[in-house]
């Protein structure tokens, strides 16, 4: 795998960032990307040097004061001590490029890095890279990796109406969306009653102010293209961006989905950062450095949160964009991020979503989906069948109706060239392990004029992303239509061409099968909650509405979320945010195992009060040899009461952790701190995975939980 990043879109299959990293005094190391085919092929490398960024130096150079921000504070890029340390790290990089230039002559420098990296982005072959680590102050050198794009109703399912009933609904918070743009003319993303807010629009040139508006304050973009602009030319950011913040009372004017239409913080702003500038239907790919610089220009710019719908495959050693994320909530912006979409196997949490001190989010079933109606006849028995629709193509354009043919070879899946003839039938598939593209190709090569592909989990059928190059039908069934199809010895089924329809459902808060699962590859626990990510309905480039799956469309649920607490909460920290929302989450439909839902689903109304704050918010053992000890691993937990009132706190370990005995009752005043210590119990465990929930309830019955997790093996 060369390491290609790509949104967590909802339609398209992902992967991302990994950095092949060296130290000064070691060779390459970790997992990189194909080699350059001659030595004088240029490629991006960070080059970090070894004072701290603004966001995490505390102090220790003469006459500079600490920058690191307290709690209860965010980063003020203007402060005269943020200046002067910044000064500070100028001159040490200026150092460095003067050494450049006086021995790696023909390396450019693409990007500094102050605020939440202590570096510079250089472009350089393959052979200068080798000599980058010897210049002063250089405590390491990491390759640039490639990302590419991954690919309503849900408001009941997170609980936002407690929130919008007392009066928050985002405004006056910046909310940044590192994406591939947003469609600045969008009617659902427009707002005349919004007002500029100070020293706002921020764009990177005058002609790029059209790319902005009262809504949407920010318009940059990071690319090596020369050309690049903030626009919006594919729809991901734009989706993303109506989920966050899409106007609320906003009717569709297709007349598709009933009622009305509301982003979760419909009075929030929106900052432009786009790293993906290319159309929905060609490759996108954006280098790691440009990322980070994305997330450095959002702190810089004063953002509250970011949203990041993007992922990669994390691999062991050094990280950047896990450190970057990290330093960006150190400086008081929040980080929210996809777990990613390579589910339902372990470990599957991408990068920089195991990043620690982010929110990283998984996806669940909505309560309503979008599609058609087909009329299916198995065995004399006839049913009207609700389906998934296909686009852009594999759509029903005209009527068809064949008899059935269940294809079973290849495990039925058709990901291989079929060798049973299909002519004139309609072809049965299942779902999985290859694009329905080339399901519905290989299909069509014998004779198919159209496919049912049976869903592979519980829950309802979603719309599938196929090339416009197919032109029979593709509809998906429910696993349960699938199963009385698979079932029968005869079938057959009519498809007819009309607009796609509404249908509510009863399948709602299901895990994901695409949403990935922990642990992650340091055996720490992720995700940390779950939102609807499958048949979300928002703004797309162009004007119009459609339905993504992903947990590219879960995260921005979660970012919206923490724009209503921020406005309710202004002095809270994003740590602060992150336990509220972990604390207070509700088991989903399935079973709740925190590998894939952490914390579980996010219930906004219930974060809006907690009884109490607890930091950390999860507690991750790792992974632990089995020495028969009772106890190990013990993690200090630090318990905040938030409400108005006197509490006495009861502490409820399950059999697989333990509490220390006086940490059992913990009675607090108004805004106290106290702490509590839970440690693994591994006595007369066998190898495997540990996980579950300890619970901390007030006397008057109201809880908070927090998710745990370890390992025990060798």
């Given at each position: 795998?060369?390491?290609k990043?790509?949104?967590?879109?909802?339609?398209?299959?992902?992967?991302?960032?990994?950095?092949?990293?060296?130290?000064?005094?070691?060779?390459?190391?970790?997992?990189?990307?194909?080699?350059?085919?001659?030595?004088?092929?240029?490629?991006?490398?960070?080059v970090?040097?070894?004072?701290?960024?603004?966001?995490?130096?505390?102090g220790?150079?003469?006459?500079?004061?600490?920058?690191?921000?307290?709690?209860?504070?965010?980063?003020?890029?203007?402060?005269?001590?943020?200046?002067n340390?910044?000064?500070?790290?100028?001159?040490?990089?200026?150092?460095?490029?003067?050494?450049?230039?006086?021995?790696?002559?023909?390396?450019?420098?693409?990007?500094?890095?102050?605020?939440?990296?202590?570096?510079?982005?250089?472009?350089?072959?393959?052979a200068?890279?080798k000599?980058?680590?010897?210049?002063?102050?250089?405590?390491?050198?990491?390759?640039?990796?490639?990302?590419?794009?991954?690919?309503?109703r849900?408001?009941?399912?997170?609980?936002?109406?407690?929130?919008?009933?007392?009066?928050?609904?985002g405004?006056?918070?910046?909310?940044?969306?590192?994406?591939?743009?947003?469609?600045?003319?969008?009617?659902?993303?427009?707002?005349?009653?919004?007002?500029?807010?100070?020293?706002?629009?921020?764009?990177?040139?005058?002609?790029?102010?059209?790319?902005?508006?009262?809504?949407?304050?920010v318009?940059?973009?990071?690319?090596?293209?020369?050309?690049a602009?903030?626009?919006?030319?594919g729809?991901?950011?734009?989706?993303?961006?109506?989920?966050?913040?899409?106007?609320?009372?906003?009717?569709?004017?297709?007349?598709?989905?009933?009622?009305?239409?509301?982003?979760v913080?419909?009075?929030?702003?929106?900052?432009?950062?786009?790293?993906?500038?290319?159309?929905?239907?060609?490759?996108?790919?954006?280098?790691?450095?440009?990322?980070?610089?994305?997330?450095?220009?959002?702190?810089?710019?004063?953002?509250?949160?970011?949203?990041?719908?993007?992922?990669?495959?994390?691999?062991?050693g050094?990280?950047?964009?896990?450190?970057?994320?990290?330093?960006?909530?150190?400086?008081?912006?929040?980080?929210?991020?996809?777990?990613?979409?390579?589910?339902?196997?372990?470990?599957?949490?991408?990068?920089?979503?195991?990043?620690?001190?982010?929110?990283?989010?998984?996806?669940?079933?909505?309560?309503?989906?979008?599609?058609?109606?087909?009329?299916?006849?198995?065995?004399?028995?006839?049913?009207?069948?609700?389906?998934?629709?296909?686009d852009?193509?594999?759509?029903?354009?005209?009527?068809?109706?064949?008899?059935?043919?269940?294809?079973?070879?290849?495990?039925?899946?058709?990901?291989?060239?079929?060798?049973?003839?299909?002519?004139?039938?309609?072809a049965?598939?299942?779902?999985?392990?290859?694009?329905f593209?080339?399901?519905?190709?290989?299909?069509?090569?014998?004779?198919?004029?159209?496919?049912?592909?049976?869903?592979?989990?519980?829950?309802?059928?979603?719309?599938?992303s196929?090339?416009?190059?197919?032109?029979?039908?593709?509809?998906?069934?429910?696993?349960?239509?699938?199963?009385?199809?698979?079932?029968?010895?005869?079938?057959?089924?009519?498809m007819?061409?009309?607009?796609?329809?509404?249908?509510t459902?009863?399948?709602?808060?299901?895990?994901?099968?695409?949403?990935?699962?922990?642990?992650?590859?340091?055996?720490?626990?992720?995700?940390?909650?779950?939102?609807?990510?499958?048949?979300?309905?928002?703004?797309?480039?162009?004007?119009?509405?459609?339905?993504?799956?992903?947990?590219s469309?879960?995260?921005?649920?979660?970012?919206?979320?923490?724009?209503?607490?921020?406005?309710?909460?202004?002095?809270?920290?994003p740590?602060?945010?992150?336990?509220?929302?972990?604390?207070?989450?509700?088991?989903?439909?399935?079973?709740?195992?925190?590998?894939?839902?952490?914390?579980?689903?996010?219930?906004?109304?219930?974060?809006?009060k907690?009884?109490?704050?607890a930091?950390p918010?999860?507690?991750?053992?790792?992974?632990?040899?089995?020495?028969?000890?009772?106890?190990?691993?013990?993690?200090?937990?630090t318990?905040?009461?938030?409400?108005?009132?006197?509490?006495?706190?009861?502490?409820?370990?399950?059999?697989?952790?333990?509490?220390?005995?006086?940490?059992?009752?913990?009675?607090l005043?108004?805004?106290?701190?106290?702490?509590?210590?839970?440690?693994?119990?591994?006595?007369?465990?066998?190898?495997?995975?540990?996980?579950?929930?300890?619970?901390?309830?007030?006397?008057?019955?109201?809880?908070?939980?927090?998710?745990?997790?370890y390992?025990?093996?060798?």
């Amino acid at each position: 795998m060369k390491g290609k990043w790509r949104f967590w879109l909802s339609l398209v299959l992902s992967s991302v960032l990994v950095f092949a990293s060296f130290s000064v005094a070691s060779a390459y190391s970790g997992e990189s990307r194909s080699a350059p085919a001659a030595s004088n092929e240029s490629d991006y490398y960070f080059v970090q040097l070894e004072d701290q960024p603004v966001a995490t130096y505390k102090g220790g150079v003469q006459g500079l004061q600490a920058t690191k921000v307290t709690a209860n504070e965010k980063l003020n890029p203007q402060s005269a001590d943020v200046k002067n340390y910044r000064s500070y790290l100028a001159k040490k990089r200026a150092d460095y490029k003067q050494w450049l230039k006086q021995n790696v002559k023909s390396t450019r420098v693409i990007q500094e890095y102050s605020l939440t990296l202590n570096g510079l982005a250089v472009k350089a072959n393959e052979a200068e890279a080798k000599r980058l680590a010897q210049g002063p102050g250089v405590k390491k050198v990491v390759q640039s990796k490639q990302y590419r794009p991954l690919m309503n109703r849900s408001h009941l399912i997170i609980n936002t109406m407690p929130a919008w009933k007392e009066g928050y609904d985002g405004a006056g918070i910046k909310v940044a969306v590192i994406d591939s743009g947003i469609d600045v003319n969008h009617p659902y993303l427009k707002d005349p009653s919004l007002e500029m807010p100070e020293g706002f629009p921020k764009a990177g040139t005058d002609d790029w102010l059209k790319f902005t508006s009262n809504k949407v304050i920010v318009a940059k973009v990071f690319s090596p293209d020369p050309v690049a602009t903030p626009e919006a030319l594919g729809s991901h950011g734009t989706h993303v961006a109506g989920t966050i913040a899409g106007k609320a009372g906003y009717k569709d004017p297709t007349g598709l989905a009933g009622g009305t239409l509301s982003g979760v913080a419909p009075k929030a702003y929106l900052g432009n950062y786009n790293v993906f500038p290319c159309p929905d239907d060609e490759p996108c790919s954006a280098e790691s450095i440009h990322i980070a610089a994305a997330i450095e220009q959002a702190v810089n710019d004063g953002m509250d949160i970011a949203n990041l719908s993007l992922g990669g495959t994390a691999t062991p050693g050094f990280d950047l964009l896990v450190e970057v994320v990290n330093a960006a909530s150190d400086a008081g912006m929040t980080m929210v991020i996809a777990a990613g979409n390579s589910g339902p196997g372990a470990m599957t949490v991408e990068s920089p979503g195991i990043a620690e001190k982010a929110i990283t989010v998984a996806a669940v079933s909505n309560n309503h989906f979008f599609g058609k109606s087909i009329t299916v006849t198995v065995d004399g028995e006839e049913r009207v069948v609700p389906v998934g629709s296909s686009d852009p193509g594999g759509k029903v354009t005209q009527k068809v109706a064949a008899p059935l043919a269940v294809v079973s070879e290849g495990n039925g899946l058709g990901c291989e060239p079929i060798a049973a003839d299909l002519t004139g039938k309609i072809a049965v598939l299942k779902r999985g392990s290859c694009t329905f593209t080339d399901k519905a190709t290989h299909a069509k090569e014998k004779g198919a004029v159209g496919v049912i592909l049976v869903n592979n989990s519980s829950g309802d059928p979603t719309l599938m992303s196929v090339d416009a190059s197919v032109t029979i039908p593709m509809v998906m069934v429910t696993d349960r239509d699938g199963a009385w199809i698979l079932a029968g010895k005869s079938g057959s089924a009519v498809m007819e061409p009309g607009p796609d329809q509404e249908f509510t459902s009863t399948n709602d808060s299901l895990i994901a099968g695409f949403s990935s699962r922990g642990p992650t590859i340091h055996y720490t626990l992720k995700p940390d909650v779950a939102a609807v990510g499958v048949n979300v309905y928002s703004s797309v480039v162009g004007g119009g509405l459609s339905s993504y799956n992903g947990t590219s469309m879960a995260t921005p649920h979660v970012a919206g979320a923490v724009a209503l607490l921020k406005q309710a909460h202004p002095d809270w920290t994003p740590q602060d945010f992150k336990s509220a929302l972990m604390g207070t989450a509700r088991d989903p439909k399935s079973a709740p195992l925190p590998l894939e839902v952490g914390a579980g689903i996010i219930n906004v109304g219930k974060a809006l009060k907690p009884v109490a704050l607890a930091n950390p918010a999860s507690l991750s053992f790792g992974k632990l040899n089995k020495k028969g000890a009772k106890s190990e691993g013990t993690i200090r937990i630090t318990l905040k009461n938030t409400t108005k009132k006197r509490q006495s706190y009861f502490v409820k370990p399950d059999r697989n952790i333990t509490v220390k005995h006086n940490s059992l009752v913990l009675t607090l005043r108004p805004g106290q701190t106290g702490t509590i210590d839970v440690a693994a119990n591994t006595l007369s465990k066998s190898e495997g995975d540990y996980q579950g929930y300890l619970q901390i309830m007030s006397k008057d019955g109201d809880m908070i939980r927090l998710p745990y997790y370890y390992h025990i093996g060798k």
